[in-house]
């Protein structure tokens, strides 16, 4: 029996036992002032902090920037799609990037509650609902026509203030032990049909799927809409958190379709092999269901980069960066003469409905409609 | 001298409700009005406390025979499974979540082993029971750390009278041991119930409707915060009402030893050993063997598949050292508030610990938020600086300390102190010199609860922390939004293993008394 490591744990504890009062209030104090506690070898992130001034008023812009020149994008992107992506922008223009991650909503809510403060020079959204809160509260600066003009019109702002940077198709990912596509209906519509029943799952607080819903409400009205939602909701649908967990739902057979995003599949099928039971199915004649949608950018109307903002917002939308969008998220490249990655089913084949992304802001709407037919 | 730590302490904790009240009311009271007039907020509320009720009682059920088995019995390999049984704590709840319904949902691995055996369908695990199953699963160690400190500093002479005067093995336990343990279960359930109201990642994913999704689902689809802080000052309220009940259940019983203390003989199990065992074995198999069995088995099936291994040093180093700065921070901030509750009863005393509570139950990001909007507008200096995050941090997890703290406190005898401040030490001196080192086991089990809930914590740390910090729990979640499961297998392993390390200290530092 080894008994002698405690000895050191025992006297640190004596340690603090002793002082620990001191060190509280300085521990506290600190905390209560935001310095970091035990200074600055917190390392790499920690930026200086600026001496304060007599009253601690709005000193605020400058001591906010983190690093002369450093671009700060806040990213509802996912780390593991992006983060390549930035790094290729700091080699190639030397430009400094900081970056955070978080949900496209909580970030935009973020940005929302920071107020003219906000750090950020830009925001990287999953869904054009995010950006569309933000261009409400007029916190997207207008972006040069020559950015805009990059992409097909119905996948940037109408007011000019974000831009899509790539492309998400919706489609129904079927099991293919259970389906095959002649089993699959033409139209979203054909899934209220009481054959689906216990057989559907959905991601119901997903901004894509929400995206869907109110493309849904432009494109048929709202009584359509709410007849679509309380028909799947009798079929007793399966309820995923998101469109990752919806897409394994099918897999395992717990459901045997999903209304969900193009792009997981292809991630599923490099994470799992071939033999992974399930497909996209794309549904057909300009059908709701078959939407695309974009993931885009917007300058912040704080930002104190904005010309990195906008060299970032060139970058993304130049061909490197289009092709990566490709080959590397399995989305759609929006710029024209970048194809999407083999295997990915052309743009111009998805019989998807014509709809401006920027008349999908009305999310309240849907919400409200969403919470009405017991769907939230 | 104690009041002004204790009042600054409760001070911090007025600022999330601060914020609920002004989001609360900036559209009017008329947007309130229709909030609390909607038939299913009530119906949502009814399902947070239904939940909240069935996940304590059952932690209790699990947690306090573990305890005793690795506190009191002759259980072989004690140590190893009190370490064993404190780890599924950290084991997040979005990751717990998804690998119990891919273990036990419909068409899920156990459906699979079982169906050669002819069993067709298993119960429907989402709603009630499964959501109930996780975070019972992932939250009972709240219940277990806390029993198990007071178990040990239980004085044993109280049991030993018991039994000569001829009361039974069972009737001891019940009469004189778990009535002694009544404040380390009530603390701990405390702790389990508030974040019961508050987890958001196996409600969502185990499909139950209770008060913490409803409040993200309006952040998330709605960009409303209104509503948002109104259900939120609703939790806050059926948070107090707990807190009221929970203090009646207090009592004012005694429970320091009159005497120096003294080691207690270990029961022989006997026969008992092996259903002891086996209930060991079952828990620690759900709560930390099967998370842990899928996420390998997510690793390795992305490592056949060519994904490579990324390093993960950067994010491992943040996530230990800002958990190390919450832990201690924490640890220090909440010895005066539980002083406080225990040497100075009083209505005031009350309500300072009880404030503790407030950040706690709220979910991880109405707090963040509500720092966003402090910090950004009022102190913009130190927003999203590494200072921000632990004082977050604090705020979120101080109960958990305060609870531990408290527990270990109400068995320290004032005599002792009294004795001190007799031989000639002022007040500080004696917090500082008796006082704080007799109830250190409750210090450090405290300080180990926020190191390992900090390890997990997502939504602050997501908002708060300085631009570009990445923690282990930040590049699990990255991955999972994504789908990228083996991705997120290796850094949600490296958690899991980097939280053992703490909780063996803590095991071992055990032998030495």
Redesign the interface.
């Known amino acids: ?1 080894s ?1 002698r ?3 050191k ?2 006297s640190a ?2 340690f ?6 001191p ?3 300085t ?2 104090l ?9 200074g600055q070898d ?6 200086e ?2 001496e ?1 001034t007599t009253t ?1 008023e ?3 812009q400058e ?2 920037t ?1 690093g002369e020149g450093a671009l ?1 994008i806040y990213s509802g992107r ?4 992006v983060e390549p992506l930035f790094e290729q922008f700091e080699d190639e223009s030397g430009i400094e990037v ?6 496209t ?6 940005i ?4 003219e ?3 950020a020079d830009l925001f990287f959204a999953q869904d054009p ?2 950006l569309g ?1 933000l261009t409400d509260e007029g916190r997207l600066r207008p972006l040069p026509q020559e950015t805009l003009d990059r992409v097909p019109e119905h996948f940037r702002s109408d007011d000019g203030v974000w831009v899509g940077t790539s492309g998400r198709a919706r489609v129904v990912a079927y099991n293919t032990d259970e389906l095959s596509e002649s089993d699959l209906p033409d139209s979203i519509f054909g899934f209220t049909d009481p054959e689906w029943e216990g057989k559907i799952g959905w991601a119901p ?1 997903n ?1 894509s799927f ?1 995206a869907f819903v109110t493309a849904l409400r432009v494109l048929e009205g709202e009584d359509v809409a709410r007849e679509w939602l309380e028909g799947i909701q009798a079929n007793d649908p ?2 995923y ?5 919806a ?2 739902g099918v897999a ?3 459901v045997e379709v999903a209304f969900v995003n193009h792009y ?1 599949l292809y ?2 099928l ?4 071939e033999d992974f039971p399930a497909r996209n199915y794309y549904l057909k004649n300009g059908d709701p269901g078959a939407l695309v949608l974009a993931a885009g950018a917007g300058i912040l109307d704080t930002a104190q980069n904005p010309e990195a903002a906008q060299s970032f917002l060139d970058f993304a939308l130049s061909e490197e960066a289009q092709r990566y969008f490709a080959d590397e998220t399995y989305e759609y490249p929006l710029v024209e003469g970048v194809e999407p990655a083999e295997g990915v089913v052309a743009l111009s084949k998805i019989q998807s409905p014509r709809v401006d992304l920027s008349n999908l802001d009305d ?2 709407g ?2 409200e409609l ?2 009405e037919t017991g769907v ?1 | 001298m104690i009041w002004v730590p204790a009042a600054l302490v409760a001070a911090a904790m007025l600022l999330p409700l601060a914020y609920l009240v002004v989001r609360s009311l900036e559209d009017g009271w008329a947007e309130v009005y229709e909030v609390l007039a909607d038939v299913e907020t009530f119906a949502v509320l009814g399902r947070s406390v239904l939940l909240a009720a069935v996940v304590t009682g059952a932690s209790v059920a699990v947690a306090v025979p573990l305890a005793w088995l690795t506190a009191r019995t002759d259980l072989p390999a004690r140590r190893a499974w009190a370490v064993l049984a404190a780890l599924p704590l950290v084991v997040p709840s979005y990751v717990g979540g998804f690998v119990l319904v891919s273990a036990l949902g419909p068409r899920g691995m156990l459906q699979e082993v079982l169906e050669p055996v002819g069993v067709e369908r298993l119960p429907e695990i989402y709603g009630l029971p499964g959501a109930a199953l996780a975070l019972t699963l992932f939250s009972y160690p709240y219940v277990f750390l806390t029993v198990r400190g007071a178990l040990r500093g239980i004085d044993p002479a109280l049991e030993e009278a018991a039994r000569s005067l001829g009361s039974g093995a069972w009737t001891t336990f019940f009469r004189v041991t778990v009535a002694q343990l009544r404040p380390a279960i009530v603390a701990g359930s405390l702790l389990v119930a508030l974040y019961a109201l508050s987890d958001f990642g196996a409600v969502s994913l185990l499909q139950y409707g209770s008060f913490s999704r409803e409040i993200y689902i309006q952040y998330q689809s709605a960009f409303d915060r209104t509503p948002a802080a109104i259900l939120a000052l609703m939790l806050v309220a059926l948070t107090a009402a707990i807190l009221l009940l929970e203090g009646r259940t207090r009592g004012r019983g005694r429970y320091y030893r009159g005497s120096a203390a003294r080691p207690t003989t270990p029961v022989a199990l006997g026969g008992w050993r092996w259903p002891a065992l086996l209930f060991c074995g079952g828990v620690v198999t759900l709560a930390l063997v099967a998370p842990v069995g899928v996420l390998s088995f997510w690793l390795v099936r992305g490592l056949v598949e060519g994904e490579p291994l990324r390093p993960l040093w950067n994010a491992a180093w943040s996530s230990v050292y800002a958990s190390g700065l919450a832990a201690g921070v924490v640890a220090v901030a909440a010895l005066p508030v539980a002083v406080l509750a225990v040497r100075f009863p009083g209505w005031l005393a009350r309500l300072v610990e009880r404030m503790s509570y407030l950040g706690y139950a709220l979910p991880g990001i109405v707090l963040a938020l509500s720092l966003v909007f402090f910090g950004a507008n009022y102190a913009p200096w130190a927003y999203q600086t590494l200072g921000m995050l632990v004082f977050a941090y604090a705020i979120h997890f101080l109960p958990q300390a305060v609870g531990a703290t408290r527990a270990a406190l109400l068995q320290v005898s004032p005599s002792v102190e009294e004795a001190a401040r007799g031989l000639g030490r002022g007040p500080t001196g004696v917090l500082a010199t008796v006082t704080a080192p007799l109830a250190s086991s409750g210090v450090l089990a405290g300080a180990a609860l926020v190191f390992l809930t900090t390890m997990k914590e997502l939504p602050a740390t997501l908002l708060l922390s300085p631009t570009g910090f990445e923690t282990l729990a930040t590049r699990v979640w990255g991955a999972t939004t994504d789908a990228f499961f083996a991705r997120a297998a290796a850094p949600a392993l490296l958690l899991i293993a980097l939280s053992a390390v703490p909780m063996y200290l803590l095991v071992i530092r055990e032998r030495a008394k």
């Open positions: 029996m008994r490591p405690p000895q744990v025992q504890l004596r603090l036992g002793r002082f620990w009062i060190i509280a209030l521990a506290l600190m905390a209560a002032c935001g310095q970091p506690p035990s917190a390392g790499e992130t920690t930026e902090t600026t304060e601690g709005t000193t605020a001591a906010l983190p700060v996912s780390q593991e799609l900081q970056v955070r991650y978080g949900d909503a909580e970030l935009a809510a973020t929302l509650e920071e107020g403060n906000s750090p609902g995010a809160a607080t901004g929400q399966f309820v958190p998101d469109n990752a967990t897409l394994e395992t057979g717990e997981y991630q599923a490099e994470e799992q092999g999310l309240q849907t919400l969403l919470q939230l």
